[in-house]
């Protein structure tokens, strides 16, 4: 998990915030005069033993916390699986849940078919309400075929026609269920603690000022009869026009691609995972995906 010194500014911020609030709502006060009040100049004393005694966080107690640490944005975790198609399950209605509306268009009305058998699960802003949300979920290693789990930071809908979505693509590797099932529940949880501490993109821990936005937009993780699917999808993609913004935009990408294949997965740079089901860290528009054979334009790292 990254340190919370790789947060961007206004996250440890408010994580500061929240912390600093905790103490004073715990703080003992005493004085010289025991409960008596404090007379004028008086100095108040604090008992930071005891302080420290009433501050509980997930680690602590993963359902009887008091001091949450806020997430830089709030995120929604959403799910779907052969077993959940066409079942009323309970979950929050998706009337209340805010979104772009989908575009009346083939392609956008197909979406909409799909988002009623999708499951909105709950939505979080903290850490602790995530590590909350993380030990009450089945593992994906334990999900039956064609499952799929879908962290979007939230007002994103997982769908390529949401108007965050419709311009990006997105990051992903293949890889053989029976080499990885133990390999990856830990995978998982990397890919969403680094979307959710805003560490996916390397160009906002380099940032002091004037910190970019985030393209990172959300991660899935998908079982299938025979391999699992990991992925992270951007707002954005390069088109290869050749101009300056777009060789940059490319340049981040491929940064974003690196430090998925390495810092979260845990590959070296130079290691060729290709072969029988599996695939290299790939990146793809989500326009290309549409595409079929050579039209389709990868970037590999």
Request: charged fraction near 25%.
């Amino acid at each position: 998990m990254a340190s919370a010194s790789t947060l961007p500014g206004p996250a440890i911020q408010a994580s500061k915030a929240a912390l600093n609030a905790a103490l004073a709502e715990n703080e003992i006060k005493t004085s010289k005069n025991g409960d008596a009040p404090l007379e004028d100049g008086e100095i108040q004393e604090v008992d930071m033993q005891a302080q420290a005694e009433n501050i509980r966080t997930v680690f602590n107690d993963a359902k009887n916390f008091n001091v949450k640490h806020p997430l830089y944005s709030p995120w929604t975790l959403w799910f779907d699986s052969p077993v959940t198609k066409g079942r009323n399950l309970p979950q929050t209605p998706m009337s209340s849940f805010p979104q772009t509306p989908l575009p009346q268009t083939p392609g956008g009305l197909a979406a909409q078919g799909w988002m009623e058998d999708i499951k909105r699960v709950i939505s979080f802003d903290s850490v602790e309400e995530f590590w909350g949300l993380y030990n009450n979920i089945v593992a994906p290693s334990q999900l039956p075929q064609k499952a799929n789990y879908y962290l979007f930071k939230e007002g994103i809908i997982p769908a390529w026609e949401d108007e965050a979505n419709k311009n990006g693509g997105k990051w992903s590797i293949q890889l053989p269920k029976d080499k990885n099932r133990s390999n990856i529940d830990k995978m998982w949880l990397y890919t969403m603690l680094a979307a959710i501490g805003e560490t996916c993109d390397p160009l906002l821990a380099e940032a002091d000022q004037d910190q970019p936005s985030s393209l990172i937009t959300g991660v899935i993780v998908s079982t299938r009869p025979q391999f699992y699917r990991l992925s992270i999808w951007t707002r954005t993609a390069p088109i290869g026009s050749g101009q300056a913004d777009d060789d940059k935009l490319r340049e981040r990408i491929e940064a974003i691609g690196r430090h998925f294949k390495m810092s979260v997965l845990g590959y070296n740079e130079g290691q060729k995972l290709a072969g029988p089901l599996a695939t290299e860290v790939e990146f793809l528009s989500h326009k290309d995906s549409e595409k079929k054979g050579k039209q389709a334009k990868k970037i590999v790292v």
